[in-house]
């Protein structure tokens, strides 16, 4: 069975820092690209930040430009958001999500996708 673990959420206060864990089982991680995502009350899901099988190459969201950062460690199946600086308009659930495809920027990529966690950003 897939199973995308997302944890890590909280409150923390405008300025301050985050790091997302997406812990993956039931597929050979390897071989997927990794996105995060997220949806605040409201407003559509907007992809933030995605990664290539291999870590290889990563893409951003601009609003997550210079503040995030994503990492994956294949060996722990586990893909890492570091946000940093965070605003309160970064609040929402964030979501990660795996696909095999060659594409893996947009939200109709994604095959497979965690329950969420929920960051809250106090002003």
């Known amino acids: 069975e897939v199973q995308l673990q997302a944890s890590g959420g909280g409150l923390v206060q405008a300025g301050g820092s985050l790091r997302l864990s997406c812990v993956a089982s039931?597929?050979?991680?390897?071989?997927?690209?990794i996105g995060w995502f997220r949806q605040a009350p409201g407003k559509e899901q907007e992809g933030v930040s995605c990664i290539h099988r291999s870590g290889s190459a990563s893409y951003y969201s601009d609003s997550a430009k210079g503040r995030f950062t994503i990492s994956r460690d294949n060996a722990k199946s586990t893909v890492y958001l570091q946000m940093n600086s965070l605003k309160p308009e970064d609040s929402a659930v964030y979501y990660c999500?795996?696909?095999?495809?060659?594409?893996?920027?947009?939200?109709?990529?994604?095959?497979?996708w965690g329950q969420g966690t929920l960051v809250t950003v106090s002003s």
């Open positions: 999500a795996a696909t095999p495809r060659k594409y893996y920027r947009r939200v109709l990529d994604y095959d497979y």
């Open positions: 039931g597929f050979k991680f390897e071989d997927y690209a």
